[in-house]
């Protein structure tokens, strides 16, 4: 297949994703990047967001993500990822319940209330359950 990158995802818990692609596009901290075939070598952190990877023509999957670091180099494509989730494995209900939590902990913070964690959570939460009405719920 022509315009074809190795692409490998893994996480923390275990490998999300191997096997071969014709673009991933990735959240990096200056903006969303899209990597294809032939890309100039990279070492990237990027941040919470969309990691979309082009399979095929016919295939298109999504996945939110915490951040990490990405590397790309001889048309293989390495994403250490610190979370990585398909869009439709998202689980709603909790999303929702961790963006109530990081809401209430930013708002009646105390000198223990570690600040950025929640914010960091917040994000996160938000990113899930966008994700989910764009590519998921999109007629919600």
Do not use: C, W
Not at 67 to 90: H, K, P, Q
């Amino acid at each position: 297949m022509d315009g074809v990158l190795y692409l490998e995802i893994i996480t923390p818990a275990k490998i999300v994703f191997k096997g071969n692609i014709e673009s991933v596009t990735i959240p990096g901290v200056e903006g969303s990047f899209q990597v294809l075939k032939n890309h100039a070598p990279l070492i990237s952190v990027f941040e919470i967001g969309l990691v979309k990877i082009k399979i095929d023509a016919n295939t298109t999957k999504y996945f939110a993500t915490g951040g990490g670091t990405v590397e790309v180099l001889n048309n293989n494509v390495l994403v250490l990822a610190d979370s990585l989730e398909a869009v439709e494995e998202i689980d709603v209900e909790r999303a929702k319940r961790a963006k109530e939590r990081a809401m209430e902990k930013l708002t009646l913070k105390t000198e223990d209330t570690d600040i950025e964690r929640a914010r960091v959570a917040l994000a996160k939460a938000v990113n899930r359950l966008t994700l989910v009405e764009k590519y998921i719920r999109a007629e919600v």
